[in-house]
């Protein structure tokens, strides 16, 4: 390796024992194995400089950074600034790239730092075929600006939520029980963790949880130095540092009487301490706030509006160029379950819907992509779309809070691919993917301090996916989950590629729909365990405050949202949406539950009727477990050993979990109905 400038900003180590997941050295050997000219300057050209250095000290090629070097022959050129050919650097952006082959060179080019570093990530995703052939000149750019991760992570240990609120991959990356990570070790942990989201086009994240505790409040100011700690370790990276703020952090900090946004003590507070955060942390991206939401303060305490709220932060971080998130999360956890006109599903819109164009530019509103909480099935939230003056983020959810809390394998791709490509207006009208061109895709995330990154190493595709669907939300999720599979399996260094690749789609690719089959059936949602929110209990929250019901009774089961003779939720749709979700002749399957309170023997489009359709979903269900594990045993010589034994043993606990949903929801339904399965198998 020979270089004009020093390698300024090494390669993070990966600690000891920690998977490498979709970075394995091995992935780098295309562009080690090459001679490389770099053209540029700045921290992010930098990075890319030392991943490339890095990897031709591995695999023996050669780097240059001279650009008085252009005309020796070189396999692959990284250069910044150069607009083009076609002059796009403005059409590129700060964070595109264009990318050619010719006359046996492989060219990448960008206007801004962060375009070329996520253009060498393409090379790796690419590897040989980068080097291969001659490809036309073609552009890359995200469609999405802001590609974030909230990370509900405790600075102090919860009594009830731990470390990590809903995490299931250890403890924080950031955090240990009241105190930041500081060591060098745990420094380099997060590096390395930057390094991956980049690598899938993450670019921003939040370092705490959205219910701000009274621990978590002071990281806004006396503990502003261990988030910045944060924020240098990520910003070689890209990764620009958000932070979960206290409404009421005027009062709880500042010592102030009151949090009301319209009071100019209460502004002037807020402005003053968002300056010494940009003081600590020059390049800091903004706040999220969760508000007037399961017990947070928020500006209903003061008779005023949530726009007031989020208007009075964004103005505080105007000076900056930043952006409040404010989640539109809003509804009463207090309900009373015997009142069946209130309806959580409402909540959002009828709060929201009409404060659109109050707020202000930099204010984002942050909406969850369905309108309960992230359950296996939802329809597209209402809100999104209805807000046509106001900047939008979609929120998704990584950590398998509902969908098996990374003990099941769950591939969460496809479930997000149908959300963002889903159209409110129809077939004509933007996508989910373009109505959060405003304001990004946020997901929780699901990494952690496990050596696997999320506890599942199957569910590393999950953290994968988000960033390759914010870079592209109308993206193939097959094709995404192929880069994954290649990237953090490399079938070609094992002794057999295709049945390691059809073994890996074989336990993945349908994954969600298997988990699907055997818990809550046809959209109705929840039925598990309250609090921890793991395992079956049908009536576990039937008849609690939380709002979330399924009215089974001897004659029927599901939620009348009908505006006919329900709650009027379908009514909150666009045409076509909201004549298709009126009546349980027109309603998709997969969501009559949620939509419709219908009699058991109410015959779906598959022709089959809802009480046989629980039946047979859930014993097909967990035969398809069942077999997965089978598939999953088959590959253990062509898996790291510790990567393939951790698998093995979730599958175990999976398979266990899904005969138990099996059992309980079957039993259930056939109490309440009366009906025997038409296909005589055994029902407790």
């Known amino acids: 390796m020979t270089a004009s400038a020093s390698v300024t900003v090494p390669v993070p180590a990966l600690p000891s024992g920690v998977d490498p997941a979709w970075l394995p050295p091995e992935v780098f050997r295309p562009l080690g194995s090459r001679r490389t000219l770099i053209l540029g300057t700045g921290p992010l050209v930098d990075t890319a400089y030392s991943e490339v250095a890095n990897a031709c000290a591995r695999f023996g090629g050669e780097v240059v950074r001279d650009a008085r070097a252009q005309g020796a022959p070189y396999d692959l050129v990284l250069e910044l600034g150069r607009q083009g050919e076609d002059g796009d650097g403005d059409r590129l952006g700060d964070e595109g790239f264009a990318l050619r082959r010719a006359e046996g060179v492989t060219r990448v080019t960008a206007a801004g730092q962060a375009g070329l570093l996520y253009g060498l990530f393409h090379l790796v995703r690419l590897g040989e075929a980068a080097f291969s052939g001659e490809r036309a000149r073609e552009t890359h750019r995200p469609t999405l600006a802001l590609r974030m991760l909230d990370h509900w992570d405790n600075v102090a240990v919860h009594p009830v939520m731990g470390q990590v609120e809903r995490g299931y991959s250890g403890g924080s990356l950031f955090w240990r029980d009241g105190l930041a990570r500081g060591s060098r070790d745990e420094l380099e942990q997060v590096r390395c963790y930057g390094r991956l989201l980049a690598a899938s086009g993450i670019n921003a994240l939040t370092v705490n949880n959205v219910n701000v505790h009274e621990t978590e409040a002071h990281l806004l100011t006396d503990r502003i130095g261990e988030v910045a700690a944060i924020a240098d370790a990520l910003r070689p990276y890209g990764i620009r540092t958000h932070l979960s703020v206290s409404f009421a952090a005027p009062v709880v900090l500042g010592g102030l009487p009151t949090a009301d946004p319209l009071d100019a003590a209460v502004a002037d507070w807020w402005a003053e301490t968002t300056g010494r955060v940009y003081a600590a942390i020059p390049d800091f991206g903004g706040y999220v706030v969760k508000a007037d939401s399961e017990g947070q303060p928020g500006p209903f305490t003061y008779g005023r509006s949530h726009a007031d709220g989020a208007n009075m932060l964004a103005a505080a971080l105007a000076p900056y160029g930043a952006t409040v998130h404010?989640?539109?999360?809003?509804?009463?956890?207090?309900?009373?379950?015997?009142?069946?006109?209130?309806?959580?599903?409402?909540?959002?819109?009828?709060?929201?819907?009409?404060?659109?164009?109050?707020?202000?530019?930099?204010?984002?509103?942050?909406?969850?992509?369905?309108?309960?909480?992230?359950?296996?099935?939802?329809?597209?939230?209402?809100?999104?779309?209805?807000?046509?003056?106001?900047?939008l983020a979609v929120e998704i959810q990584a950590t398998q809070e509902y969908t098996g809390q990374q003990k099941h394998v769950c591939w969460l791709g496809p479930m997000w691919s149908d959300a963002l490509r889903f159209r409110r207006g129809g077939e004509e009208g933007p996508s989910v993917g373009d109505l959060a061109r405003g304001g990004g895709l946020v997901a929780v995330s699901s990494a952690g301090d496990d050596p696997f990154w999320t506890g599942h190493p199957l569910a590393q595709a999950n953290l994968y996916a988000v960033g390759r669907l914010a870079w592209q939300p109308d993206a193939d999720p097959r094709a995404i989950l192929h880069e994954w599979i290649e990237l953090s399996f490399t079938p070609e260094e094992t002794a057999d590629p295709a049945r390691l690749r059809s073994g890996l789609r074989a336990v993945l690719d349908g994954s969600w729909r298997t988990y699907e089959?055997?818990?809550?059936?046809?959209?109705?949602?929840?039925?598990?365990?309250?609090?921890?929110?793991?395992?079956?209990?049908?009536?576990?929250?039937?008849?609690?405050?939380?709002?979330?019901?399924?009215?089974?009774?001897?004659?029927?089961?599901?939620?009348?949202?009908?505006?006919?003779?329900?709650?009027?939720?379908?009514?909150?749709?666009?045409?076509?949406?909201?004549?298709?979700?009126?009546?349980?002749?027109?309603?998709?399957?997969?969501?009559?539950?949620?939509?419709?309170?219908?009699?058991?023997?109410?015959?779906?489009?598959?022709?089959?009727?809802?009480?046989?359709?629980?039946?047979?979903?859930?014993?097909?269900?967990?035969?398809?477990?069942?077999?997965?594990?089978?598939?999953?045993?088959?590959?253990?010589?062509?898996?790291?050993?510790?990567?393939?034994?951790?698998?093995?043993?979730?599958?175990?606990?999976?398979?266990?979990?899904?005969?138990?949903?099996?059992?309980?929801?079957?039993?259930?339904?056939?109490?309440?109905?009366?009906?025997?399965?038409?296909?005589?198998?055994?029902?407790?």
């Open 517 to 684: 089959k055997y818990t809550a059936p046809l959209g109705i949602g929840f039925m598990v365990q309250p609090g921890h929110h793991y395992g079956p209990s049908v009536d576990g929250y039937e008849y609690s405050p939380w709002g979330t019901y399924h009215f089974a009774d001897r004659d029927g089961v599901g939620v009348d949202r009908s505006r006919a003779t329900g709650t009027g939720y379908a009514g909150q749709y666009a045409k076509p949406w909201a004549e298709t979700y009126e009546s349980p002749e027109t309603c998709p399957d997969e969501l009559l539950l949620f939509f419709h309170h219908v009699p058991y023997g109410h015959v779906l489009h598959s022709g089959e009727t809802v009480i046989q359709h629980i039946y047979d979903t859930h014993f097909e269900g967990v035969a398809e477990v069942e077999e997965a594990r089978q598939v999953w045993s088959g590959l253990a010589d062509l898996v790291d050993s510790a990567r393939h034994a951790r698998v093995a043993e979730r599958y175990e606990e999976q398979l266990r979990s899904a005969r138990e949903w099996r059992d309980h929801i079957n039993t259930y339904f056939f109490r309440k109905s009366g009906v025997p399965d038409a296909r005589g198998r055994r029902i407790y």
């Open 326 to 391: 404010w989640r539109a999360f809003v509804y009463n956890h207090r309900q009373d379950w015997r009142d069946r006109s209130v309806d959580r599903a409402r909540a959002a819109y009828d709060h929201f819907a009409p404060l659109d164009g109050q707020f202000a530019p930099n204010a984002v509103l942050q909406v969850k992509h369905g309108p309960m909480d992230f359950q296996t099935r939802e329809p597209v939230s209402p809100v999104i779309g209805a807000l046509p003056n106001t900047r």
